[in-house]
């Protein structure tokens, strides 16, 4: 099956700190791919759509300059959370089709922590 | 986006009992979707319903959509403890690629 990966796992930093999370796909080619926020015990937001090779599109209330997002290549998106501040601390969690009709797979979420 | 709602919130059975959980939405769809995500972990892809479908199988589920009413509903029969976990549907806008979660149902099977 469609496998995503997403590392790291868990980050804890100071804030001030940019931190990078990296989303593969494994085995497919992904034209798309998508990140999430996820805050305790509350369902997935959608922050912005990743399509390679050209700009994350970013949805309503998210700082792209805050959470900067390159697809540099079928296989690979990376976010950037730039100078983190505590209230950046969450649950990040990438996915990634094949195409905008197939379904999409999940990454293992990043956990990040801003002390 | 727009969240859908799920029922119950929380959910808790024996090993063995059925657990369903609903789902609601608001606009129309293209196709409708349920993940599971076990604690501090991704989501997994479990079911897709398309619009144009009314019910739908795969091993111990069932989904069943009502486009009338934007609803569904996912089914688990002979509940498991490994399958205790939150449950999440999304659906997809027509026209759309966007996934739009509901708030998700935790179900906890008791052994």
């Known amino acids: 099956g469609a496998v995503v990966s997403q590392h790291p796992s868990r980050v804890i930093c100071k804030s001030g700190t940019s931190v990078k999370i990296e989303c593969r796909s494994l085995?497919?080619?992904?034209?798309?791919m998508f990140w999430y926020r996820q805050f305790p015990k509350q369902s997935l937001m959608l922050m912005a759509t990743s399509n390679e090779g050209s700009k994350a599109t970013y949805e309503q209330g998210v700082e792209k300059d805050k959470f900067l997002i390159n697809h540099a290549s079928l296989t690979l998106s990376t976010l950037t959370v730039t100078s983190a501040h505590p209230e950046d601390s969450s649950f990040y969690i990438c996915?990634?089709?094949?195409?905008?009709?197939?379904?999409?797979?999940f990454g293992d979420g990043t956990r990040l922590s801003i002390l | 986006s727009q969240q859908g709602e799920e029922d119950p919130q929380a959910l808790s059975i024996q090993e063995g009992e059925n657990a369903t959980m609903n789902c609601s939405y608001k606009?129309?769809?293209?196709?409708l979707q349920w993940y599971r995500q076990n604690s501090g972990r991704g989501l997994v892809h479990l079911i897709l319903i398309r619009s144009n479908e009314r019910e739908k199988h795969s091993g111990r589920l069932r989904v069943t959509l009502d486009t009338s009413k934007k609803s569904s509903s996912l089914l688990i029969t002979a509940s498991r403890a490994a399958d205790t976990a939150s449950y999440f549907c999304a659906s997809i806008g027509a026209g759309s690629y966007q996934l739009t979660f509901g708030k998700g149902t935790k179900l906890s099977v008791i052994p």
């Open positions: 085995d497919f080619q992904a034209t798309t």
């Open positions: 606009t129309s769809i293209n196709n």
């Open positions: 996915s990634a089709s094949e195409s905008v009709t197939q379904p999409q797979h």
